[in-house]
């Protein structure tokens, strides 16, 4: 199952990934102000409250205070940590000011603190998937992707989760999307969940794959029990993959979301093509042609020696409503550098660079 939350990119994009870290001396300030160095610190990182909201209509705002924020699931691992457990998902809370988004107001959830059981056990796999509000009250939710007890005979058990935001962000005990049996196909995992209003109610909806092609259609608004308003047999003319279009996700213009469907999960910065299934009043169905993404340019020179950069996030973080580009550069599992790109601003400086070390504990 994938565990990358997913955003789709539309255009070719090139950027020179300059990473600026401030000195040790400078540590209580620099990591106020997010620019943390790019290794794994033996201290905790100092972390400031999460702001109250009132709701919003932003997609990635969990704590509804009108600022989109940013959920990680990669995050550098602990060097005492010998076993190499997965750290757990990292959201950082975004801010008015032009940084965008502010490191020191952080969180981490674990499978521990955060995670359902399934007959007992926890999962050992914990991974965000996309976040939209799913239960309407103006904080956007997180779907987690899990790993339950299974023993291979007849359908497996949902992997999916919900966490649910409010004025203080993502907290407390995760729920089991509940996927009605007549809206499940096959013994194949429900996966790759994708949110949109694809029967124009006004209501977040998941769109979810299922064997053999199939996609299971959840009508929300979703109970806090992660139940949907209502399930229906499972679609037709699926694929192995699911997407929205990026930007707006009614690339008609008709009032309803629009479903991309391709061969394998779209991952940001690469290129992809699907197929198109328009929504409508009853949902995603009706066939719309084709759609595509083009690739982005990989960024400059790493700021680590032999570093792999990643695009994770291409979204408008900083409200100006121009879509900003999120990357990590990565050299192993101890030492990272994430990077906020404001396509506003001339030149490629990022408006803020900090590592996933903030999360260790």
């Not at 209580?28 to 033996?42: I, L």
């Not at 060097?79 to 965008?100: E, F, L, N």
């Not at 291979?152 to 949902?158: E, F, I, K, L, T």
Request: proline fraction near 10%; glycine fraction near 14%.
């Amino acid at each position: 199952m994938p565990g990358t939350l997913r955003a789709l990119v539309p255009a070719a994009l090139c950027l020179t990934l300059l990473v600026g870290c401030s000195a040790a001396d400078d540590s209580a300030e620099s990591a106020k102000n997010g620019d943390a160095p790019p290794t794994a610190s033996r201290a905790p990182a100092p972390q400031l409250p999460v702001p109250s909201g009132k709701g919003s209509k932003l997609p990635d705002d969990l704590n509804g205070d009108g600022h989109r924020d940013l959920v990680l699931n990669d995050l550098v691992k602990d060097p005492k940590d010998s076993h190499g457990d997965d750290a757990g998902i990292g959201i950082v809370y975004g801010t008015a000011g032009p940084r965008a988004l502010d490191p020191a107001v952080h969180r981490l959830l674990t499978v521990r603190q955060n995670a359902a059981a399934t007959e007992g056990a926890l999962p050992a796999a914990f991974d965000a998937e996309v976040s939209c509000d799913l239960d309407g009250d103006g904080f956007a939710d997180l779907v987690v992707t899990t790993d339950p007890p299974y023993d291979g005979v007849g359908r497996p058990p949902v992997p999916l989760q919900l966490l649910f935001g409010s004025p203080k962000g993502i907290g407390g005990k995760a729920v089991v999307l509940k996927i009605p049996e007549r809206a499940r196909y096959g013994d194949e995992w429900p996966d790759n969940p994708v949110c949109g209003d694809f029967d124009g109610d006004g209501s977040a909806d998941l769109a979810i794959t299922a064997s053999a092609g199939r996609i299971s259609y959840l009508r929300g608004p979703f109970t806090r029990a992660g139940a949907p308003k209502a399930a229906g047999a499972p679609l037709p003319d699926g694929g192995a993959a699911l997407a929205v279009p990026a930007g707006d996700a009614d690339i008609n213009d008709d009032g309803y979301d629009d479903l991309v469907i391709t061969e394998r999960p779209p991952r940001v910065g690469q290129a992809f093509r699907g197929t198109v299934l328009l929504g409508g009043p009853q949902g995603p169905g009706k066939a719309g042609g084709t759609y595509g993404t083009k690739a982005l340019k990989p960024p400059g020179e790493p700021p680590l020696a032999d570093g792999v950069t990643d695009f994770l996030r291409y979204a408008d973080f900083d409200g100006d409503r121009r879509r900003d580009v999120v990357t990590r550069t990565h050299q192993d599992e101890r030492v990272d550098v994430v990077a906020v790109y404001g396509t506003k601003r001339k030149g490629t400086k990022p408006l803020l660079t900090f590592s996933t070390a903030i999360f260790l504990r």
